[in-house]
């Protein structure tokens, strides 16, 4: 076992999810795995620019929790953030727009691939600043409770943005205000290029919210049905007024912590280790294993999804980069306020 493998919390029944459940999941996340590997392959031939980090091997961590919530949560991560919107139905087309910084991009070719937003998918981004979308995740909660809906927030995180002050902070809050919000620590092992180990005295992340009374659980996030099992249980207690909760996802990512990394600082033994539960492969052996569709009819949704990458490389390719006078544009937004502080 290597140095950051960790022990596999245990799973729900596989039973319990129908036929319809396990495609989904499945076109959802062989989507999410070839948007990814053509970006990795468009960013080697510079057609994609900057700073780009893909989702390769953590895609149960969003397909799991997309099942268990409902059209009207909200979604807040971090940078690496392709995955989430296109999980949630953003069209891959604007997309890949935006990371070859297109005008006809999900943000106008102005955010990049760390600032994927969607507001119509109720995805709130994408967010470049380390811990900077965790505050912000409360705070989507607080207007939730203080509008008294029954949504709640979904913050991610990766596992090196425990390290900063506003985690603390905001969990604090959210448990003192009992605020519906599930955070997520997205654990792959690494904090770019340095393991939990060398950067923690606690490397079991989850118990950083008993610090706070806050219900908290590890999580094995390379098995799509025990993301689902555990986001639908926070979820519960979210929409029944009992406050947040922390689930730390353990997962992995296959590629680097950026197009940029070259990745010395683990094992060709140790990244394969985790490719024998890749979890794309997993749910397609289940499909297959419980009869709910033939290698053909599998075959179908792989090539739906090739000719709906393809699609939105052509359309990013066609798309015309944005106007320079647009640069100030949008920088600020008039917002008229539902009540008035005294």
């Not at 959210?174 to 654990?187: C, G, H, R, T």
Request: hydrophobic share 35%; with cysteine.
């Amino acid at each position: 076992m290597s140095a950051t493998t960790q022990a596999k919390p245990k799973t729900k029944d596989k039973a319990e999810f129908s036929k319809e459940t396990y495609l989904q999941w499945y076109e959802m996340m062989y989507l999410m795995r070839k948007f990814e590997d053509k970006a990795g392959q468009l960013y080697g031939m510079q057609k994609i620019r900057g700073f780009c980090h893909l989702y390769i091997g953590q895609e149960a961590c969003a397909a799991g929790a997309i099942t268990a919530l409902t059209k009207d949560d909200k979604w807040i991560t971090a940078y690496r953030d392709h995955a989430h919107p296109l999980g949630l139905g953003t069209d891959p087309r604007y997309v890949m727009a935006e990371l070859y910084g297109k005008e006809t991009g999900i943000t106008k070719g102005k955010g990049g691939s760390m600032h994927i937003f969607d507001k119509s998918k109720n995805f709130v981004g994408g967010h470049g600043i380390v811990g900077g979308q965790i505050p912000l995740g409360a705070g989507i909660a607080f207007a939730e409770k203080y509008n008294k809906t029954k949504n709640l927030c979904i913050c991610y995180m990766g596992d090196g943005a425990v390290r900063q002050g506003a985690f603390h902070e905001a969990l604090n809050l959210a448990m003192l205000w009992k605020l519906p919000v599930i955070f997520v620590i997205e654990n792959n092992g690494y904090a770019m290029g340095t393991s939990v180990k060398r950067t923690s005295n606690v490397t079991e992340l989850y118990t950083l919210g008993e610090a706070f009374d806050m219900p908290s659980e590890p999580v094995d996030a390379m098995s799509v049905e025990a993301v689902h099992t555990s986001v639908a249980r926070a979820a519960e207690r979210a929409r029944a007024g009992e406050g947040p909760t922390l689930l730390e996802f353990r997962t992995y990512r296959y590629k680097g912590h950026s197009m940029s990394d070259p990745q010395k600082y683990r094992t060709k033994e140790e990244v394969d280790e985790y490719k024998h539960r890749d979890p794309v492969e997993s749910v397609k052996r289940t499909i297959l294993e419980k009869k709910f569709a033939t290698e053909q009819e599998l075959e179908a949704i792989e090539n739906k999804v090739h000719a709906q990458v393809d699609e939105s490389v052509k359309f990013a390719e066609e798309s015309n980069f944005p106007d320079p006078k647009e640069a100030l544009t949008d920088v600020y937004v008039q917002q008229d306020y539902p009540f008035v502080l005294d």
